[in-house]
């Protein structure tokens, strides 16, 4: 049974930093993406970044790039995604979420089968 699980959340104040954690387990090759999105309060969910654990490629958001850098650690099963330059706008609830995948490539608009609980990053002065 696949589980995605996040961690990481925090409140930070604008131009502060955070390192999100998703800890993936029971995918039984290394054939899937993982992806992060998040919900703002009064919004809909939105694709931030996405990687294969495959090949190690890498979409994001035009709202986040040059700001948030994901990664992987294929062997312990670990995606990062390192947050800089932190604004308010950034605020919401951050997901994890993963699907099998024989390419070496990600696209937000794939459906995703397995989604963690979600972990909240407040941006605030």
């Known amino acids: 049974q696949v589980q995605v699980v996040e961690s990481g959340g925090d409140s930070v104040q604008p131009g502060g930093s955070l390192r999100l954690s998703c800890a993936v387990s029971?995918?039984?090759?290394?054939?899937?993406?993982i992806g992060w999105f998040r919900q703002a309060p009064g919004k809909v969910r939105e694709g931030v970044s996405c990687?294969?654990?495959?090949?190690?490629?890498?979409m994001y958001a035009d709202s986040v790039k040059g700001r948030l850098t994901i990664s992987r650690d294929s062997a312990k099963n670990t995606v990062w995604l390192q947050m800089n330059s932190l604004k308010p706008e950034d605020t919401a609830v951050y997901y994890c979420?993963?699907?099998?995948?024989?390419?070496?490539?990600?696209?937000?608009?794939?459906?995703?089968?397995?989604w963690g609980q979600g972990t909240q990053v407040t941006v605030s002065s």
């Open positions: 979420a993963g699907h099998y995948s024989v390419f070496d490539a990600c696209d937000f608009h794939q459906t995703y089968d397995y």
């Open positions: 029971g995918f039984s090759s290394n054939y899937y993406v």
């Open positions: 990687i294969s654990m495959r090949g190690g490629t890498t």
